[in-house]
């Protein structure tokens, strides 16, 4: 059996380890998707394992708090408008801070959304679409929607 506690950014993991993961609590299953709460890159992440269609292994990756998990129906079905709503905050990266902090006090209280906090554990979203923190605070009405489609 793995130790849990000493993987890293990059490791492999076979399905089996996941399932011991998952049934001992040492896992969390994310695939409903959702708002990640907890750490951004710069403070360590928050490790999630995903499932890396080119090589055909489930991987062990880094998200950040304040970024949107999107379920894998709902990811598969709308694949190309999250590619666009990504594709915005690469002109707002200035804005970052600013934008997220406004938008998340102004919605936090009547928002019905799904918040994962995240603590020091490992998350499971294989076959999902994560969308980043600034086009997150964009677009969270519309990530909402298209998360609960399914």
Known sequence: ???YNKLNKG????????????????????????????????KGGIKVIIYDED???YLLT????????????SSKKNLQ???QINKKSIQFYHERNEIINQHYSANSKNQKKRIINCENKIYYAPYTFVVNVVSTAKCFDELIRINNQN
């Open 81 to 83: 408008r999250l590619l």
């Open 11 to 42: 490791d492999f993991l076979g399905f089996d380890d996941i399932e011991i993961g998952l049934k001992n609590g040492l896992i969390e299953d994310i695939t409903n998707g959702g708002l990640l709460i907890g750490n951004n890159h710069e």
């Open 62 to 73: 880094e998200f950040e708090g304040k970024e949107f998990v999107i379920n894998p129906e």
């Open 1 to 3: 059996m793995i130790d």
């Open 55 to 57: 090589i055909g292994k």
